[in-house]
């Protein structure tokens, strides 16, 4: 045969032609991206570094100007200083950045402005921060004298109280005679001089937040006014000789709060820092603008290199195209030439018949006629083919004794009836002891107990005759154990259905699952003792748990009265005002009484009456939380906002003490379900909390705070925020844990009970820090039946 009369010849001579137009394909894709690769190489070295540069460059402005503009609202100077060094940090990260960009960057025109105008920021930036601190440190001066007028607001109150407590008793006397009138005269300008200094202290207050220069001058002039009327008021006092203390807070005030005084010198101090800060703050925002502008100029250059390799590519890849179109369409006529004649005609056609013809001789139709078309190997294939139909026949004749006898399975097959036909060498040795088993049914060659069971198998209507398989376990011989595991399938010999059945011998597996199931029973009755100690340990515990609420419930109560303990320190200062009042109000009455003046009269009634109910709500309100466990109260839906007063009505006292203020948020009023004792429990042991941190801290805003956050299907959720110093990280994690506290005088137990009352009636109690660095923690209350 003619080597190129061959299909591979051929299909060697299409391929080739193929390939060679893949080749050059190939060569002008290496050139085009060649090329490429050097347009991305030019682009890589330099409009990405300008990006990148800029993008450094105005991040870090970005994060300077987030840090000057965070700078002014601090007044920890702890944090203050980690703040300027972390800006510092930020102005050498971008010096570092120019230096590295250098030459490759920073190299055309007004980009080169960049190094100068950072410079500058960060001189401008250094002074700011220096301004910054300064105004710390006078912020502390100003608070401290605040805090020295607060003080001495307080004492000149407390110093006219024994005064008109003085004079209230000279006026009952009756053997004074004219002396009544000048001590009625007297008490009026104790009344008089408390509303002017009320007015002045109110005045300091609010020069204190002036922003401007003429503000501070203009209120200086008022206050001193005031003063003058405060002097002049207090001379008819200062006759008196308990008033010799009176005289000496009077006279410091004055000192104080005098036009050329210390007070005053600070203010402007205070306001002139306020208005340089403002304005480098500005000059801070001008470099920045700047700054932004000049890597704008960086980026345009970036923006022209771009837009040059980007036409450049353009061209490329243009021309390329339209060399890669050409070899394409070369590629595809030549593809439809060989599909169509060389393939689809010479090569499936032939092989069609072909594959017919074999599908016949497959099939037993050894008649169906076989050509032979061509020299080439389908040529040869047919000649081979026909060959091939002759010995068909023979193959089939062997082919099932054969593969029975060739399978060291243990096979049987037999007819429908159940008469074995053929078994292979493993069955006849498998049943020696039964001797020849052909022309036997296959029942027979077992005991008496499992042929029924097998002789079932071949009743028709069974599992063999409906799925075309069955199989079965039997133990065949009961002396010595042996199970035998039966496959049955139908299968067809020539024009009949036969069954071939697999023998296999699983002893051992029944064996081991007969031992599994007893020692399962072994371990079940073991199970069962455990179950019952373990019945009685429950029971042991459940006993442990009442005797634990039981000391929990008691040391709830040791802490509410800890609690009323700390309150009653302050209670007599709450309660003496009123009284005091109420003696004014008295006497007031007995006047107008004296002179016919009903109205008045019912006035002074009214007063005191409201007074009297200020006293027994504190009181009332003490009493109840003392008396009453929550074990006392079942399960209601309660008021929130009701819940919060009463706890703030408790905690306020010790509040005003340390002058601070308690500010509920709730403005609407939620329904929560529970238990109302141990919500005010936990609110109480929060406060206080707050309260205590704020002292600690010494907070120049002090103030705590119950708020509202949000509500779900089950939890209305709130939180208790203070000013105070927040939860120190190192022992945040061990709060909840007994006898582990951050005051100086504590139990540490606060925190662990709320945790145990929240949790006891379906709750949660989470610890945060607020947005000012506070303590802030959240309360989950349910709102419905749980």
Not at 143 to 167: A, G
Request: hydrophobic letters at 40%; one cysteine or more.
């Amino acid at each position: 045969m003619n080597k190129w009369n061959t299909i591979g010849a051929k299909l060697i001579l299409a391929f080739t032609g193929t390939t060679a137009l893949l080749t050059v394909v190939s060569v002008v894709a290496w050139l085009t991206w060649n090329r490429l690769d050097g347009q991305v190489s030019e682009l890589l070295e330099t409009s990405v570094p300008k990006y990148n540069t800029s993008y450094l460059l105005e991040s870090r402005s970005s994060e300077v100007r987030y840090r000057v503009q965070l700078i002014p609202t601090l007044n920890n100077k702890v944090e203050l200083n980690a703040q300027i060094l972390a800006l510092s940090e930020q102005l050498d990260a971008i010096e570092q950045t120019l230096l590295d960009a250098q030459g490759e960057t920073l190299d055309h025109g007004e980009a080169q402005q960049l190094p100068g105008l950072y410079q500058e920021l960060g001189q401008t930036v250094q002074l700011y921060s220096d301004l910054v601190l300064q105004r710390v440190e006078q912020t502390r001066r100003v608070n401290k004298l605040k805090e020295q007028i607060n003080w001495l607001h307080q004492d000149i109150r407390s110093e006219l109280t024994p005064i008109r407590q003085e004079l209230h008793w000279l006026i009952k006397r009756d053997d004074i005679g004219n002396e009544r009138n000048v001590a009625l005269d007297q008490l009026s300008t104790i009344q008089q001089v408390l509303d002017v200094e009320s007015n002045i202290y109110s005045m300091t207050s609010d020069v204190i937040e002036a922003q401007q220069l003429a503000q501070v001058h203009n209120a200086t002039k008022v206050i001193q006014y005031k003063l003058d009327e405060l002097v002049k008021n207090s001379e008819i006092i200062l006759s008196l000789p308990s008033a010799i203390a009176y005289q000496q807070l009077i006279q410091e005030l004055t000192t104080l709060l005098a036009p050329e005084g210390i007070f005053y010198h600070q203010l402007l101090d205070n306001v002139a820092l306020n208005h340089r800060i403002a304005a480098l703050q500005q000059k801070i925002d001008a470099q920045l603008n700047e700054i932004h502008q000049q890597i704008g100029v960086v980026v345009s250059l970036a923006d022209e290199s771009f837009v040059g390799v980007k036409q450049e590519t353009a061209s490329l890849v243009s021309y390329g195209n339209r060399i890669l179109i050409i070899c394409f369409s070369v590629s595809i006529l030549m593809s439809l030439f060989l599909t169509y004649y060389f393939i689809n005609r010479r090569i499936v056609a032939r092989l069609t018949a072909l594959s017919s013809s074999i599908d016949a001789i497959t099939q037993g139709d050894l008649s169906h006629p076989i050509q032979v078309d061509g020299e080439d190997e389908i040529g040869r294939l047919s000649e081979k083919l026909i060959e091939y139909g002759e010995s068909v026949k023979e193959i089939q004749r062997t082919n099932a004794v054969s593969l029975i006898n060739n399978t060291s399975a243990s096979l049987l097959t037999c007819d429908l009836a159940g008469y074995v036909e053929s078994a292979n060498l493993s069955a006849r040795r498998l049943l020696a002891e039964q001797g020849e088993v052909e022309n036997k049914l296959i029942w027979q060659a077992f005991e008496n107990h499992s042929q029924l069971a097998l002789a079932k198998i071949f009743k028709r209507g069974e599992a063999l005759f409906q799925s075309g398989r069955d199989e079965i376990t039997l133990c065949v011989s009961e002396q010595v154990p042996c199970y035998l595991h039966f496959d049955f399938h139908l299968f067809a010999h020539g024009q009949l259905k036969k069954v071939i059945v697999t023998i296999t011998d699983v002893t051992q597996q029944a064996l081991t699952a007969k031992e599994l199931e007893k020692r399962v029973a072994e371990k079940t009755v073991d199970l069962v003792e455990k179950n019952q100690h373990l019945s009685k340990e429950i029971v042991e515990r459940q006993r442990a748990e009442a005797h634990l609420k039981q000391t929990q419930g008691e040391l709830i109560q040791a802490a509410k009265m800890a609690v009323v303990g700390q309150a009653m320190t302050s209670l007599a200062h709450e309660l003496n005002q009123p009284l005091n009042a109420m003696s004014t109000y008295l006497y007031s009455a007995k006047l107008s009484n004296d002179s016919g003046n009903s109205e008045a009269v019912n006035q002074s009634i009214e007063q005191i009456e409201g007074l009297s109910l200020r006293m027994s709500k504190i009181i009332s309100s003490l009493r109840s939380f003392a008396k009453k466990s929550d074990g006392d109260q079942s399960l209601a839906m309660h008021s929130l906002n009701e819940i919060t007063e009463q706890a703030i009505t408790i905690v306020n006292t010790k509040a005003k003490r340390q002058l601070i203020e308690i500010e509920n948020g709730l403005t609407v009023d939620q329904q929560v379900y529970g238990n109302a004792l141990a919500i005010e429990q936990v609110l109480i042991n929060l406060l206080v909390n707050g309260c205590d941190a704020i002292a600690e801290h010494n907070s120049a805003q002090r103030k705590v705070a119950v708020l509202p956050l949000h509500s779900n299907k089950t939890h209305h959720i709130i939180a208790v925020q203070d000013t105070g110093g927040g939860f120190d990280s190192e022992i945040v994690s061990t709060l909840f844990t007994p006898f582990t506290t951050t005051k100086e005088v504590g139990l540490g137990l606060g925190l662990n009970i709320s945790q145990s009352l929240m949790e006891k009636y379906s709750g949660h109690i989470y610890l945060a820090s607020s947005l000012e660095k506070g303590a802030l923690v959240i309360l989950e209350l349910p709102h419905a039946k749980s």
